[in-house]
């Protein structure tokens, strides 16, 4: 059985996301419509981490990846501190699909991420060819150097 995922964080990166989840495969840019991205989710390595946040009007741009069912215990076990949920994303002109992503709720109070969890980011994000103004923004945000 297939199931989609939303990524939005260090697993846009298609060699990250396939070297966790064999049977992961890109299917293209992803819309998931009425939350904000944060980097408020508290790493191990004590710094932000990509997390969800619900709020009106705004969008997070992503990738969806199609992935066997069975998979899901590679991804989850990647994924500390995270719980999976279900969102409707919008693949193209397609109708909203159903795919899990995931949120945190175990928050830093320094919500900034190292300059090399930000490069996965952008290098995941050019890869899919996401809109322009999400890679600005994604440029824009503050780094903390890495340790």
Known sequence: MQALYFAYGSNLLVTRMCGRVPSARPLGVASLRGYRIT??????DGSGKANLRAEDGATVWGALYELDA???KFLDACEPGYTRFTV????GRAAPSEAQTYRSRLLTAEPVPFASYKRLMLDGAHEHGLPD?????LLALPEKPDL
């Open 133 to 137: 103004d999400w890679i600005r923004f």
């Open 88 to 91: 409707q994303v919008e693949l």
């Open 39 to 44: 980097f408020d989710k508290r790493g191990r």
């Open 70 to 72: 069975s998979h899901w």
